[in-house]
């Protein structure tokens, strides 16, 4: 029987969401007997610290927070957002417009995009890229231009690359670093005051993406665009509380920056959501008062450094070592035999039980690439390698590994 209810064009349109697969792949490898070690969604293992949680606790108990949120965001949580990103960045922002709510960030790129583009539009978006970034132009049948992150670049976007007319017709170009997934950073702020430069040129909005501005390793601390001069101008920058203080499930995360688009981004959500639940804006408070993100770092620099040394030595695999985010991005092995990064994926959870993302599933420019999400402990990421390295000499074990 013809099938009476159709999806939207967009919708059919969309390829199916990257870790439908995984989810997937997992399920049927656990069937075989598998013990899971899940390093392939970029999902926190850590739980939240216990202030934030004791905050939230406190705060559901006053009744006033179980209703409706009104507009962009409580005024304290746009304040705290606010003296944090004074802290932190140097950046002086008006609460009232510069900085709103967000159910997660990832529910802002989406909603920015529908709120400022018609259908038809120019974009231009990273490959490869996160996978909402790369989808927003399905959701608004906008039309992008995949602009490769590549390694000889430092896995920037090389504007001077970029065609100039796609360039004049561009309404948003998106920016992520640290970057997901190949874990690239901005090193010289002459990179971002160029695009500032291009985008006052030719027009474009900056959408700077940055839930990692506190995962980062070595010394090195990330910037946001927005502490350069005349930023608020050209740039919208996301951030979360997901990663910086393992809040994901909670889903908070904000917009700050250009007050026309936030302006645009609030009135669009107006119509589609409440805004983040008063009791979780009143706990994300307590994470901006705090100064828990600290350990966070450290402790995925433990991983990434115990990921990339069992990789060479039980895997000979060498991994570059990433400046930020809680991503590894490594070349296929050289000994595996697997054509794609999906085949090579596929494989090595069915045979081992490590999960990881293919690159493809990230954009064209990332297949030969898989990513690593540095989500599990030392000893589990040691223990994934030792898998790994069976695989390559071909001494699996034949019973399957279980937990
Ligand atoms: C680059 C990037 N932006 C946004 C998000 C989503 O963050 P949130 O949990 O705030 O929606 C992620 C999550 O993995 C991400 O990697």
Redesign the pocket.
């Known amino acids: 029987m013809a099938q009476p209810f159709k999806p939207s064009e967009a919708l059919a349109h969309l390829p199916p969401y990257l870790f439908v697969h995984l989810i997937e792949f997992k399920r049927q490898a656990k069937a075989l007997g598998r013990d899971i070690i899940d390093l392939g969604m970029?999902n926190p293992d850590q739980s939240t610290p216990s202030l934030i949680v004791e905050a939230l606790r406190e705060a559901v108990r006053n009744p006033e927070t179980h209703r409706y949120p009104a507009g962009k965001g409580i005024p304290e949580f746009l304040g705290a957002a606010g003296h944090y990103y004074e802290r932190r960045f140097g950046v002086k922002l008006d609460p009232d417009k510069e900085i709103m709510a967000?159910i997660?960030?990832?529910?802002?790129?989406a909603h920015l995009f529908l709120a400022m583009t018609n259908p038809g539009d120019q974009v231009i978006i990273p490959s490869p890229?996160?996978p909402?970034?790369t989808n927003a132009p399905f959701i608004t049948r906008t039309k992008p231009h995949w602009a490769p992150l590549l390694e000889k670049n430092g896995y920037l976007i090389d504007f001077g690359a970029i065609p100039g007319d796609v360039l004049r017709r561009a309404k948003i170009v998106i920016l992520?670093y640290p970057?997901?997934p190949t874990g690239a950073v901005i090193e010289d702020m002459g990179y971002l005051k160029e695009v500032l430069k291009l985008s006052k040129k030719y027009g474009f909005l900056v959408l700077y993406?940055n839930?990692?501005s506190e995962i980062t390793f070595d010394g090195y601390r990330a910037p946001s665009i927005l502490s350069l001069p005349g930023a608020k101008n050209r740039c919208v920058e996301?951030n979360?509380?997901?990663?910086t203080y393992s809040m994901?499930g909670w889903?908070?995360?904000y917009a700050l920056g250009n007050a026309q688009a936030i302006g645009h981004l609030a009135k669009f959500k107006s119509f589609v959501d409440y805004g983040a639940p008063m009791f979780i804006q009143k706990a994300a408070m307590a994470a901006f008062n705090s100064d828990e993100s600290s350990g966070i770092a450290a402790t995925y620099e433990k991983r990434r450094n115990a990921f990339v040394k069992s990789a060479a030595s039980f895997a000979g695999w060498k991994i570059p070592k990433v400046k930020g985010?809680m991503y590894l991005w490594a070349k296929l092995p050289a000994w595996s035999k697997k054509k794609t990064s999906f085949d090579f994926v596929k494989d090595l959870v069915f045979k081992t039980g490590v999960c990881l993302s293919p690159g493809s599933g990230f954009g064209r420019e990332g297949e030969g690439y898989v990513r690593i999400s540095l989500v599990a402990s030392e000893e589990r990421l040691i223990e994934a390698n030792r898998r790994i390295g069976s695989l390559r000499s071909g001494s699996l074990l034949k019973e399957p590994v279980v937990a």
């Open positions: 970029g967000l997660g960030s990832k529910e802002g790129i890229a996160y909402a970034h992520n970057n997901n993406d839930p990692y996301m979360s509380l997901s990663k994901a889903r908070i995360g985010s």
